[in-house]
Each structure stands twice: as C-alpha cells, then as structure tokens.
C-alpha cells in the first residue's frame, strides 16, 4: 500500500482531546465528528485536511481510549498519522479503524509542513523529494486489517470466506 499526501505537521502529547474534544462525543456520525476535528488547535482543520498525511511527535493519541478520536480524523479525509511515537490504545483504534499509523523515529525533524510525501505502509519506507526515510511498516494481521478497511469489514471478509 503506497499513501501520498500532503505533511500537516502537528507536536508532542496530541491527546483524545485535542483530536475530539468531549463535548461532541455524544454524536456518532462520523461526518459530524468530521467536521469538529483539531478544532481547538485550527477551527478549519477539517477543510485542509482532504487527502492530508499528518506528521507528529511523541505520544500522539494520548488520554482517553475514545475510539471517536480515530474516526474523526479518518472522516475528515486524513489518509496516515506519521508519529515518533502512538499511545497504544489509540494506535490499536485506528488500525481497527482503518488509518494506517506508522511510528517514524525523528519524523519530525524530516519534513517539513506542506511537502508531498509517499508512505509505503507495509515496508515503512517514506519518500520526501529525492529522500528516503526508514520507518517501520504495518505487517501481518494489522496490515490485512487496514486493507480490510478496518476491523468489522476484516471480521465480515473472514465469515464469507468459511
């Protein structure tokens, strides 16, 4: 699976919050969830974030193990999260979700907002300009399930295989 995007770069510690603050927890469209994503960093997030990749630091994901945040930001358009490095439950909540999440050492300081990079999923290799950056790549059940497109459609392609 190659992804190409363009960088929207975020910092360290991006906690559940930040990603769907709890007021709008109580909406389960996605679209809805959509739209109210990263607005207390950018109240327009949602309208840049079409075909985006976001690029960030450590502990993205971090807090509460709302699995709406994942849904927001995958409704919103975002196709990967390259981050130095995940909050496990989160992480988990966006393979199950079908977003691809790589963890990228140094990322960061890599590339830089609004470049085009490519994202190979399963080797992990990111390519920016004429750069290549090693990353670790989403192999065996995790990657099936984010071809799958998520968990559910995973679960419901191995019962009409039986």
Same mark, same amino acid.
């Given at each position: 699976?190659?992804?190409?995007?363009?960088?929207?770069?975020?910092?360290?510690?991006?906690?559940?919050?930040? !990603?769907? &603050?709890?007021? *709008?927890? @109580?909406?389960?469209?996605?679209?809805?969830? %959509?739209?109210? #994503? $990263?607005?207390? !960093?950018? &109240?327009?997030? *949602?309208? @840049?974030?079409?075909?985006?990749?976001?690029? %960030?630091?450590? #502990? $993205?994901?971090?807090?509460?193990?709302?699995?709406?945040?994942?849904?927001?930001?995958?409704?919103?358009?975002?196709?990967?999260?390259?981050?130095?490095?995940?909050?496990?439950?989160?992480?988990?909540?966006?393979?199950?979700?079908?977003?691809?999440?790589?963890?990228?050492?140094?990322?960061?300081?890599?590339?830089?907002?609004?470049?085009?990079?490519?994202?190979?999923?399963?080797?992990?290799?990111?390519?920016?300009?004429?750069?290549?950056?090693?990353?670790?790549?989403?192999?065996?059940?995790?990657?099936?399930?984010?071809?799958?497109?998520?968990?559910?459609?995973?679960?419901?392609?191995?019962?009409?295989?039986?």
């Amino acid at each position: 699976m190659i992804i190409e995007g363009r960088v929207i770069k975020l910092g360290d510690k991006i906690d559940t919050d930040i !990603i769907i &603050p709890a007021k *709008h927890l @109580k909406y389960t469209e996605p679209e809805y969830l %959509a739209q109210h #994503v $990263f607005e207390s !960093i950018d &109240p327009e997030f *949602h309208k @840049k974030a079409k075909g985006a990749i976001i690029v %960030a630091g450590k #502990v $993205f994901g971090m807090g509460s193990s709302r699995e709406q945040a994942a849904i927001a930001i995958k409704a919103a358009g975002i196709k990967a999260i390259l981050a130095e490095s995940f909050a496990r439950i989160f992480y988990r909540n966006a393979i199950n979700n079908g977003l691809p999440v790589i963890v990228c050492p140094d990322i960061t300081k890599e590339v830089d907002e609004g470049e085009i990079i490519k994202v190979n999923i399963e080797s992990g290799e990111v390519i920016v300009e004429n750069r290549i950056i090693k990353c670790k790549g989403i192999t065996g059940m995790a990657l099936d399930i984010l071809r799958a497109g998520g968990l559910i459609e995973y679960l419901k392609n191995l019962e009409e295989n039986r």
